[in-house]
């Protein structure tokens, strides 16, 4: 079974650029939660779809957004880039099953803004 | 608000020795918390996740924490280091994890785990 997806793996953009990142679950999953990662913040949550809809978010300003199609592939944008927007940007999916919960993480997409 | 701290950014063991990562927390409410390892260049990985079922929880790769309420603990332990457990490992906690959902993670800063042969 193929593992979680995401692309592009590596992106340069400039401060007041737009991006859009693809983040592809395990066949199956509903769920799919976005983290961004930086040296100085950590990790930090972004927000959490399951069945198209936003259920959870973390606090980043309304210029992180995201969504979720009918076949649970997500997309997270960012518009008017700054540079502190630079970081891995990992995505995972879930599913709950009989034997509990799992959690499977991408490699990440690595954005670096200029 | 909720708030994790993980005490030590490096801690280095033994192979073979006792592996002990702390990991306090903060909550108003009754917390869901979790454990994340992170290998070099790759991506996260969740260890284990407390849910109020049992105060004891075990992990993958042999790893266990135990959720200890009156010293707000979550510590992750494991009997016997292998050099494959040097990794960064996260604590994390979150206010409203249910229905397969982690919730509004709040992350510790992480503490980088080094095995010496």
């Known amino acids: 079974k193929a593992g979680v997806t995401q692309t592009p793996r590596y992106l340069i953009k400039t401060r007041g650029q737009q991006v859009t990142l693809s983040c592809s679950p395990i066949?199956?999953?509903?769920?799919v939660s976005w983290y961004q990662q930086t040296p100085g913040q950590g990790l930090q949550f972004l927000f959490e779809?399951?069945?198209?809809?936003?259920?959870n978010k973390g606090n980043f300003p309304g210029r992180f957004s995201g969504r979720q199609f009918s076949n649970s592939r997500s997309e997270m944008n960012v518009s008017t880039l700054e540079l502190g927007d630079s970081a891995l940007y990992l995505c995972a999916s879930s599913l709950v099953s009989r034997g509990g919960e799992t959690q499977y993480f991408g490699p990440g997409t690595r954005l670096l803004v200029l | 608000a909720q708030s994790v701290t993980q005490l030590g950014s490096h801690v280095s063991v033994s192979e073979g020795a006792l592996v002990l990562l702390r990991c306090n927390y903060s909550s108003s409410v009754p917390p869901y918390l979790f454990w994340y390892v992170q290998y070099p260049n790759q991506g996260l990985q969740l260890l284990l996740k407390y849910t109020s079922a049992a105060t004891l929880v075990k992990g993958i790769n042999g790893f266990e924490a135990e959720f200890k309420k009156s010293e707000t603990s979550f510590h992750l332990t494991k009997p016997s280091a292998h050099m494959s457990d040097a990794a960064e490992y996260f604590c994390?906690?979150?206010?409203?994890?249910?229905?397969?959902?982690?919730?509004?993670?709040?992350f510790g800063k992480g503490t980088k785990l080094s095995v010496k042969p």
């Open positions: 779809y399951f069945s198209e809809t936003q259920r």
């Open positions: 066949s199956g999953h509903r769920s």
């Open positions: 994390a906690v979150s206010d409203n994890a249910y229905g397969g959902s982690q919730g509004n993670l709040i």
